[in-house]
């Protein structure tokens, strides 16, 4: 029980890094914000912003079944009705190649995908995610607006008016970044959800977002 307060009272940090290894550092368990600062390829990133270009919407999930550890996701008709754009073929192996990534970190069997276009705020107040990791990019737009420990009193979320208003308080991930957010219900990390939300868009702006929920 000792040991168990103990971890509890521990500080939570968040990790940046330019490789795909920035990812693994989630596990460490003073990290609640892991963020790999990737640039996207060209023909990805030009796949996507002609994605948002053609102004359809786009909302699809998909519970994805890993039974054996080096099996591939099957991702067979996602975004099936943008297949005809230069650029799908890698957008798709690019969504394959982040789910083995993410099924391999953490050991998961059953993944639960999003990937939405938004125009507008899907969660405009800060909170924190009742699930144990989620992933988090967005291929094109901006990106999705976190806080520091401290920077917020937790049993206030969900207030707007205790939301800080100071914008140097209010940090944001770069469009193609991806990054690992830790919940409350990882082990542990109870109390330490990383504090997130959607940014607001200006009429007429739009993004490309992926999440993956790892669901068991």
Not at 55 to 80: F, Q, R, V, Y
Not at 148 to 159: F, K, S, V, W
Request: aromatic fraction near 6%; proline fraction near 6%.
């Amino acid at each position: 029980m000792l040991a168990f307060k103990q971890l509890q009272n521990r500080a939570r940090y968040p990790h940046h890094g330019p490789t795909p290894n920035a990812l693994a550092r989630i596990l460490e368990d003073d990290i609640n914000l892991a963020v790999w600062q990737r640039q996207l390829p060209l023909h990805i990133a030009d796949f996507a912003g002609l994605l948002l270009s053609r102004n359809e919407p786009l909302a699809e999930s998909l519970c994805l079944e890993l039974p054996e550890e080096d099996a591939e996701p099957d991702l067979a008709g996602l975004a099936a009705g943008f297949r005809d754009l230069e650029g799908y073929d890698s957008f798709i192996a690019d969504l394959r190649w982040l789910v083995s990534a993410f099924a391999c970190l953490l050991g998961a069997r059953r993944i639960g995908l999003r990937l939405r276009v938004l125009d507008k705020a899907m969660c405009p107040r800060f909170h924190v995610d009742h699930v144990p990791v989620r992933l988090i990019t967005t291929y094109a737009g901006v990106g999705s607006q976190w806080l520091t420990e401290g920077a917020m009193d937790r049993t206030q979320l969900g207030q707007a008016d205790a939301e800080p208003q100071d914008c140097a308080q209010i940090q944001q991930l770069g469009s193609a970044h991806v990054a690992l957010l830790k919940g409350e219900k990882w082990h542990g990390n109870e109390g330490f959800g990383l504090i997130h939300r959607s940014p607001a868009l200006s009429p007429g702006e739009r993004r490309l977002m992926l999440t993956l929920d790892w669901l068991g």
